[in-house]
């Protein structure tokens, strides 16, 4: 991951990633190596299935390119989550026609949510795709697009219960090899009113605790020094429990999220763990008195909140209220002290007044986000949004309202990274700094990017780093040998 991309991508919905190079490890004597151009929209929880689609596709021979003008199969892993996304892959699949007319045996696939939301009427209507496979479903691409090769469309959008491609080994794209992205759980059983995700990834189900435990010990002694579990809502993480809270079975353990935070957080000392994404209405004190426990589970929540005005939150069928929220914020104050926040804000969603946008703001005041990922709102298709309320606040106003939060957030931001000058953290060294050759950059345990010199360190080490000075949000540090502050 780059310098000064925070963490976890909500942020970088809609940003093509390409994925690198991988090894492919189906190599018979004489067999013809096929090429994949995989390109990746979304959020990390789609980066991360890319990773499980090379795995897949690298196991029926296709090696991956970033050059697109040479691949055989195009498969584009989409984002159904506001308008704009989708619109961005649209225009890019027109933009792949011209290849197909230089070749005619070129696939292309739709992949991922848009492909779930539209399904086979990608297929009729657009013209763009020769197949379509939904979230649920990559296991059966390699003989799908065999079915295109031999002249045919392929569909596969079905949804499942079980699927959590639980035993695949996920082909890694952090090609620094320091960190990772390890998948705890699939789809969302919740239902917020503005949200597509429960169409396009269906019901929630949680893997199997024992393969999230191995692929991070394999990461660790592959050299990883950090992980970060996913899941739409991970304090919803269960084994062992059914719907109702029953016990399956018996004999085995039951594993929420407090208890295998913990048990990655065991894998070694010296393996950090982050999350992402906590909802406020699930998340409990056990997971907070879990993180309080290891050092090493990075003292960072991302807590998204949306609106900072109950009535807002009410339609918008979050599950909690703005004091319940503030009472969630207080408990990580008591129980993590430096623990820093982070946050989502949609502005103008239906009927929002500006009484209420302005709750959102003071709730932004009140509780100091170290960052924030704020959105105007798209109206989706079959949300219960869309068929209950009117998408009835003008573009301008829901510009201007998310500008007045963009502009608060980022004067906080800044003054909090200032506070942070002088103090002693423990970094992570990931990968040369984008602005300087001779200077590394890393993260505190808050996510918080710090810029020093090489010296004779390497990716992977940790190294205490005095803040000496910062930019908007980034710190620039010398090395110390002092202990760290944080
Ligand atoms: N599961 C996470 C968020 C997933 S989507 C959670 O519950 O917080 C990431 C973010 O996209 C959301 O937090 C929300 O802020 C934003 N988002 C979702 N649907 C949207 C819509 N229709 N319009 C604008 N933003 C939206
Ligand atoms: Fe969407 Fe809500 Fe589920 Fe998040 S918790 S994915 S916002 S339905
Ligand atoms: Fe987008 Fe699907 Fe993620 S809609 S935000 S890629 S779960």
Request: charged share 30%; proline share 3%.
């Amino acid at each position: 991951m780059r310098e000064g991309d925070r963490n976890i991508d909500e942020a970088r919905q809609g940003e093509a990633i390409q994925i690198e190079s991988t090894v492919l490890n189906h190599s018979e004597v004489g067999v013809k190596s096929k090429k994949l151009f995989l390109e990746s929209y979304g959020c990390a929880m789609n980066f991360s299935d890319s990773e499980i689609i090379a795995s897949i596709m690298s196991d029926a021979g296709y090696s991956t390119t970033k050059d697109e003008t040479e691949a055989d199969l195009i498969l584009i892993n989409t984002c159904s989550i506001r308008e704009k996304a989708e619109e961005r892959v649209r225009n890019r699949l027109k933009g792949f026609k011209r290849y197909k007319r230089k070749n005619r045996d070129l696939v292309v696939g739709m992949l991922g949510c848009m492909a779930e939301r539209l399904k086979e009427n990608l297929l009729e209507q657009e013209q763009l795709v020769d197949l379509v496979v939904g979230p649920d479903a990559y296991r059966d691409l390699p003989s799908l697009v065999k079915k295109v090769n031999g002249g045919q469309k392929a569909v596969n959008v079905l949804l499942s219960r079980e699927e959590t491609y639980a035993e695949i080994s996920p082909v890694r794209l952090d090609s620094a090899g320091v960190t990772a992205f390890v998948s705890i759980m699939r789809g969302c059983d919740n239902m917020c009113s503005f949200c597509v995700v429960p169409f396009t990834r269906g019901r929630e189900r949680s893997r199997d605790p024992q393969s999230i435990v191995s692929e991070s010990l394999d990461l660790f002694n592959r050299g990883y020094r950090e992980v970060t579990l996913l899941g739409q809502n991970v304090d919803s993480y269960k084994w062992n429990l059914d719907i109702k809270g029953n016990v399956k079975d018996p004999s085995q353990p039951v594993v929420r999220f407090a208890e295998l935070l913990e048990m990655v957080a065991e894998v070694n000392p010296e393996l950090r763990v982050r999350f992402s994404t906590s909802h406020p209405k699930d998340m409990t004190d056990e997971v907070l008195h879990a993180m309080s426990r290891h050092e090493n589970l990075c003292k960072y929540i991302h807590l998204p909140v949306q609106s900072g005005s109950s009535s807002m939150l009410k339609r918008m069928n979050r599950g909690y209220t703005r004091e319940w929220y503030l009472g969630r914020i207080a408990a990580i104050k008591q129980i993590l002290p430096g623990c820093e926040l982070s946050t989502d804000i949609i502005t103008g969603f239906c009927g929002e007044t500006e009484e209420e946008h302005q709750e959102t703001m003071t709730l932004l005041k009140e509780v100091g986000f170290i960052m924030a990922y704020n959105f105007k709102y798209s109206e989706r298709p079959k949300t219960l949004a869309e068929r209950k309320y009117k998408d009835d606040v003008p573009e301008e106003v829901k510009g201007a309202r998310l500008s007045e939060v963009i502009l608060h957030q980022r004067r906080y931001a800044s003054e909090l990274t200032q506070k942070m000058v002088g103090k002693v953290y423990r970094v992570l060294v990931e990968g040369v700094s984008k602005k300087s050759e001779d200077k590394f950059f890393g993260r505190t345990t808050h996510n918080t990017v710090i810029v020093f010199d090489k010296g004779d360190l390497k990716p992977c080490d940790y190294v205490n780093v005095r803040a000496l000075k910062c930019t908007t949000v980034t710190l620039i540090g010398e090395v110390t040998t002092d202990k760290a502050d944080a």
